[in-house]
């Protein structure tokens, strides 16, 4: 559980390549429910109000805690720094420069907020890589006031009570992260759901030697904040969450900075997924698969080019907050050239 004095920001990946990035969207907001735009097959973008501004544009992220905000948008609203609070954030190679502040107020469908405390980040990469404006990323600061479910299927977010359609698991964390147990192979792992990556991400130095017996398919390249990063790719052959595989045949093995009280990140794909929901009253995390299996994006493409689902923002530091952003730049370099 994080405290109020808390601030762990843990923006999970962006990795589309321009040909995916032609977005879908459903009917107009309706209610309890509202529409969303889907890009990349797996990044959930709705819209919403911040203070005076409306249609704003928000990424829905359950890896982000704190919310954040774009510095335009903090311009325009003239909000003040929040003062005591760390003015960097360490990325995978490096440290960014981050300001906080006050949100005066935030609405999305049903959902509004007041005085919410967020960091401010330059958030246009998101438009050179997604091919839209990102003005905030929702994390589960906000996301965990209602149980939840996204429709993949019907591209639609519903909020308030869920019920329990198809598998589940329980989780005994909550906002502002939701981890659940699986099991990858022969390891028992602890990870945290994140719609905003479409890959599975497991921490080398939570592991230990785990990985060794693994086959690597070869590297996977990102380039974040602070420079290029390279994320290992391996072959697994079982993945289960609750009683169920949910068919993940490749992960993708980052560092993890002794960051987290978790083990990574498993990214959620409207390829293999038609609905998720968060259940805060029952403490379930569910979900129900797509009627067939269908591998990932980096599952379909040649092992020699893993171009579009490698994960690359990834959390390093779950107590004082990391802004992880990376974005995959290219064919996968020999496995052995990078090993780790």
Known sequence: ?????????????????STLCRSEQSNDL???????????????????SLGELGKRNFLVDTGTNPTIVDEKI?????LAPVTGMPNTLPVISGGVKAQFAVLPALQFGPIHREGLRVAVEDLSLFRDKVGTRIDAVLGLDVLGQSSFRIDYSRRRIFFGP?????????????????????????????????TGTAGL????????????GLRQLGVATTSGLAGPVYLPVLQVTKSMMGSEDVGIRQIYLG??????????????????????GFDFEHKLFTWQLQGAAIPTMSESRPEGCLRASAPGLMPRSQASGALMSAFASGCAVPAASMRR
Do not use: H
């Open 1 to 17: 559980m994080v405290s109020n004095r808390t601030f762990a920001v843990c923006v999970c990946a962006l990795l589309v390549i």
């Open 74 to 78: 903090a311009e325009q609203l003239q």
């Open 201 to 212: 991400v497991l921490f080398q130095r939570r592991l230990g030697a785990w990985d060794r």
């Open 255 to 276: 560092d993890g900075y002794n960051c987290c009280s978790f083990d990574g990140l498993m990214g959620i794909s409207a390829d293999r997924m038609r609905m998720i």
């Open 162 to 194: 869920i019920g329990v359609t198809g598998s589940s698991v329980s989780f005994s964390s909550g906002p502002p992260f939701v981890t659940v147990p699986m099991m990858i192979e022969n390891r028992a792992v602890n990870v945290l759901i994140d």
């Open 30 to 48: 309706d209610g309890k429910n509202i529409s969303f735009k889907l890009y990349g097959k797996y990044l959930v973008v709705v819209q919403g």
